[in-house]
């Protein structure tokens, strides 16, 4: 299988541009950490081409990612897009006439998702539960004593046995 993201300068020039229209699968996008999940297929749609001393790579760009709700940690996706991206690099720095823009654009993918998610688009039924229990958990420690269960820990050990 040949690889979509690579563009080779040859098949361009001065005059024309390269169609990108691909679908691939979301395995480039997997994160180190795997703290990201993406799911499925991503779609590609945009263009390469030349001008004096760059290859301008102009792509729109559909995913799906997965994470874990903010709430109540079921699963929440969310698909990102990615609208008219420029991805630029001068000619000069492009080895072998070859320019692979899978990193770039999993940067700019990266970019666009969002630090957490809720499920059900944002509106996690659990949410309201959530906000009244840390309402309450709120007032009443302002009435408390603070407390410490561990401070005299060491001397009753130490009195044990
Ligand atoms: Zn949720």
């Known amino acids: ?21 691909h679908t691939v699968p979301s395995d ?11 799911e499925g297929l991503v ?6 081409y030349l001008t004096d001393d760059h290859l301008i790579i ?19 996706i969310k698909e990102i897009s990615l609208e008219d991206h420029y991805i630029t690099k001068p000619l000069a720095e492009i ?3 070859v320019f692979d823009f899978s990193e770039e654009l999993r940067q700019a993918l990266l970019l666009e998702t969002p630090p957490f998610l809720e499920c059900e688009g944002g509106k996690c039924p659990q949410r309201s ?9 709120a007032s009443s420690k302002q009435n408390e004593e ?13 009195n044990e046995g």
């Open 129 to 137: 539960e959530i906000e009244k229990y840390s309402k309450k958990q």
């Open 58 to 76: 102009k792509i729109s760009a559909k995913a799906s990612t997965k994470m874990d709700c903010s709430v109540c940690n079921g699963p929440a």
């Open 95 to 97: 080895i072998d006439q």
């Open 1 to 21: 299988m040949s690889n979509v993201f690579l563009i080779r300068l040859a098949d361009l020039d001065q005059d024309s541009s390269l169609k990108i229209d």
């Open 146 to 158: 603070v407390y410490f269960p561990f401070e005299n820990l060491d001397h009753q050990l130490n």
């Open 43 to 48: 779609k590609l749609f945009g263009k390469a």
């Open 28 to 38: 480039f996008l997997k994160t180190f950490d795997n703290q990201l999940d993406f």
